[in-house]
Every structure is written in structure tokens, then in C-alpha cells.
């Protein structure tokens, strides 16, 4: 209940739970959960957090220690409106699958008798980690997030497919809404109708943020959405 949308209840207690450990396993998530994007930002963006437990009466300050890892056979959902929870997330895919031949049922016994020299590797890269204030993101982990991510969201995917999106505000850049609605037409196959026009320029600015950009719808005879350009068949961005 800590990480997915789930009934609402009186206490916190998976979060009460938190206080103070190491590693926090989610294991065997249901295969149609949906990942709470507010409570995963709680949990990952801040030192404490006050929750009461189940037969508290008042609320405790619990502080977040743990490194939280979820464990499943289904990639969990994101709503459209919490995809900026995906900076957040590690999305490590187990792409090997070991047939039965190949299984080594005395690894265990193996790695015991390397203890000490596995704990030295452990040490050396725990060190390089401190050094450097973190590790690097290996690409195939990035490229993973990405796809992951846009696979949630066909917004996500249409934004970093077609939007060039600078670092920074650019008021000499933007596109017309009615270029930027076709092209979303030819992306999904669906028409927008008029009212659906205001709440697809929202939600390209909402998405844009969420890459870190900015943009800004500006009304008129011609909406235009200033601070983004339409990148265009084979042409790169900048």
C-alpha cells in the first residue's frame, strides 16, 4: 500500500513501517497496480515524513532511510499526470532466463567461500560512489526508463518524438496549435474535437515541464505554444 493506489484507510502503517531500515522489498506487485506517484515523491524526496502507525493515536515523525525496491513480474502503471515520479525510478529488466541445465545449484556454497573477496569489490565500488557523489546511469538502463516511460504515456512519447524542447525558456521558438494538433492527429489516428483543443495544449505543457522544459500557450485568432518548435521528418534537433 506504501507505493500503489490502494483503498484509503485511517492509519499509515506500511509507512510507520519505513522508519529506520535499510531496504524496503515490494515483492509480487499485482499485475494491474498502479504506482501512487504522489506517495513515491514523499517517500524519495524527503528525509522524514509524519505518519501514524495502526494503533497510534497520534502522528511520528518517520525518517527514510531505505532504499526502495520493487519486485514484479508486471511493470506497474503511471498516470499521465505523475510522470515526472519516472526521474525517480530505476527500471532494471532481468533479461536472462537460465535453463535448467545451466543452473548452478551449488552457487551458493561458491559465493561463501569468495566472502571476503566479494565484500572487497563491494568496498571499492562503495568508495568510488562516495567519491563521486553517485554512479553514472548505464545507458541501457536510461534507454529502458525512457521506453518504459513512454509506453505509459502516448503524450510523453509524442513530445520527445516531434517536440524540440530547449533548457531553457526560448520566447523566439514556437509552433502553431493547429501544426502541433495534426501532427498529433497523424501520431494516434484520432481527431481532436473543439473542446478537446484546450486540454491537449495543457497537456503538452504539462508534459513539456515534466521533460524539464518550458513552454507557453499564447491565445489568440492563432494559438500558438511558444518555447517549443516542431522537429520535422529526419531533421535533428539542436
Sequence with gaps: RVVTHQPASSHDAPLAALN?????LYDELEGDCELNGAQVKRITGSPSISARGAYASE?????ITAKQVLISNHRPRIKGEDLAVGD????IQWRIRLPEERVDYQLRDKLLKERSGILNWVLSHAKAWKKNMG?????????DAREYLEDESEMLAFVRRYLYV????SPGIEVAGAALAKRWEEFTGRRLNGRGFAGFYKEI???VDSEKGDCRILPGRVTKIVGVSLIEPGERPL
Design 20 to 24: 529506520h531500515i535499510r531496504l524496503a
Design 205 to 207: 505543457v504539462r508534459t
Design 166 to 169: 530547449p533548457a531553457a525558456y
Design 135 to 143: 554512479l553514472p546511469m548505464p545507458e541501457r538502463l536510461a534507454e
Design 59 to 63: 502522528h511520528e515523525t518517520i525518517r
Design 88 to 91: 525517480r525510478l530505476r527500471y
